[in-house]
């Protein structure tokens, strides 16, 4: 099969696009950068093909005909800059023109595509101290909960659509290499590790090659639609996650970081991303059968650390 990806230059992206190569897909990855095609080189299993959404369908769009998967990794990363005016802008449009542009993509294709994954993420929930969330629970009403909706809704494709349409609801994913999980590691790897603020909110987190494995069984589950949670059935408090992470790396995890520091150097974007409690089960997948091989968080860590 033949699956776009748009945002597959990103670290998700690459995983995921190396493991449908690995299973005799062909990928074609969206990117923003200009590629110049190297005539000397045997052809690859992977295309990058130059776009520019807008919200509408563009040059890219020929080349992507036929398609049997499209998925939608495309968006600014959230914690890399403080939520000014101007970044909570571009964090929208980031996100809402490049899903624009590939559901106008779809419901023109010839023949229509198998399959819709769209990326969407757990700040859909908020702040939701002493609740299990599962894909039915309510959405909030902070900037990163109307913004995750507002995705979706821009996802959707007209009613009767052939399509599946599936989003998926990501938590913190854990890669050495990349995200929340590398951030913490110098601090730790210096004997500095420890708590955000009381610790005691839930991080609801997602080893990487889960994350891959999960998109896979996504694309060859037919009946699987709508929001998907995209995390580990076992959330831990932050402080949990702290001590785990240093027992792995053998350092103490001691140096808790008050609520208030993160606040001042962090601004609005320190609630949603470290301070916020979110205790989110992946209930469509484990219902589904989809098993985890790193359903709990040492053996995760372990794995990707030693």
Same mark, same amino acid.
């Given at each position: 099969?033949?699956?776009?990806?748009?945002?597959?230059?990103?670290?998700?992206?690459?995983?995921?696009?190396?493991?449908?190569?690995?299973?005799?897909?062909?990928?074609?990855?969206?990117?923003?950068?200009?590629? @110049?095609?190297?005539?000397?080189?045997?052809?690859?299993?992977?295309?990058?093909?130059?776009?520019?959404?807008?919200?509408?369908?563009? =040059?890219? @769009?020929?080349?992507?005909?036929?398609?049997?998967?499209?998925?939608?990794?495309?968006?600014?990363?959230?914690?890399?800059?403080?939520?000014?005016?101007?970044?909570?802008?571009?964090?929208?449009? !980031?996100?809402?023109?490049?899903?624009?542009?590939?559901?106008?993509?779809?419901?023109?294709?010839?023949?229509?595509?198998?399959?819709?994954?769209?990326?969407?993420?757990?700040?859909?929930?908020? =702040?939701?101290?002493?609740?299990?969330?599962?894909?039915?629970?309510?959405?909030?009403?902070?900037?990163?909960?109307?913004?995750?909706?507002?995705?979706? &809704?821009?996802?959707?494709?007209?009613?009767?659509?052939?399509?599946?349409?599936?989003?998926?609801?990501?938590?913190?994913?854990?890669?050495?290499?990349?995200?929340?999980?590398?951030?913490?590691?110098?601090?730790?790897?210096?004997?500095?590790?420890?708590?955000?603020?009381?610790?005691? &909110?839930?991080? !609801?987190?997602?080893?990487?090659? =889960?994350?891959?494995?999960?998109? &896979?069984?996504?694309?060859? $589950?037919?009946?699987?639609?709508?929001?998907?949670?995209? @995390? $580990?059935?076992?959330?831990?408090?932050?402080?949990?996650? $702290?001590?785990?992470?240093?027992?792995?790396?053998?350092?103490?995890?001691?140096?808790?970081?008050?609520?208030?520091?993160?606040?001042?150097?962090?601004?609005?974007?320190?609630?949603?991303?470290?301070?916020?409690?979110?205790?989110?089960?992946?209930?469509?997948?484990?219902?589904?059968?989809?098993?985890?091989?790193?359903?709990?968080?040492?053996?995760?860590?372990?794995?990707?650390?030693?």
């Amino acid at each position: 099969m033949r699956a776009v990806i748009a945002g597959g230059s990103g670290f998700l992206g690459q995983s995921l696009s190396a493991a449908l190569v690995s299973c005799g897909h062909h990928v074609q990855i969206l990117t923003r950068h200009t590629v @110049t095609p190297d005539t000397n080189s045997p052809p690859s299993p992977v295309q990058h093909i130059t776009w520019n959404p807008d919200g509408q369908i563009g =040059d890219w @769009t020929p080349a992507c005909q036929g398609a049997d998967i499209v998925i939608n990794l495309a968006g600014a990363s959230i914690g890399t800059h403080r939520w000014s005016l101007p970044r909570k802008a571009e964090l929208i449009a !980031s996100r809402i023109r490049p899903t624009r542009s590939l559901v106008r993509f779809i419901e023109q294709a010839t023949p229509a595509p198998t399959v819709f994954i769209s990326a969407s993420a757990i700040g859909y929930y908020g =702040d939701r101290p002493g609740e299990y969330l599962t894909e039915s629970s309510s959405g909030a009403k902070d900037f990163l909960a109307e913004l995750t909706y507002e995705w979706e &809704q821009h996802a959707r494709l007209s009613l009767g659509h052939p399509t599946r349409l599936v989003a998926l609801r990501t938590g913190i994913v854990l890669d050495p290499r990349e995200g929340a999980l590398a951030k913490m590691l110098p601090p730790f790897r210096l004997f500095t590790g420890g708590p955000f603020g009381s610790g005691r &909110q839930y991080m !609801s987190w997602i080893h990487r090659d =889960d994350w891959v494995s999960l998109v &896979q069984w996504v694309i060859d $589950a037919p009946d699987v639609n709508g929001p998907v949670n995209a @995390t $580990a059935p076992h959330p831990v408090t932050n402080a949990e996650f $702290a001590r785990t992470l240093g027992r792995v790396l053998h350092r103490p995890a001691i140096m808790p970081v008050p609520a208030f520091v993160l606040k001042m150097m962090l601004g609005e974007m320190a609630g949603p991303l470290l301070l916020h409690s979110q205790r989110v089960l992946p209930a469509r997948a484990t219902a589904g059968g989809f098993r985890f091989a790193f359903d709990t968080i040492e053996p995760a860590l372990e794995n990707l650390l030693r």
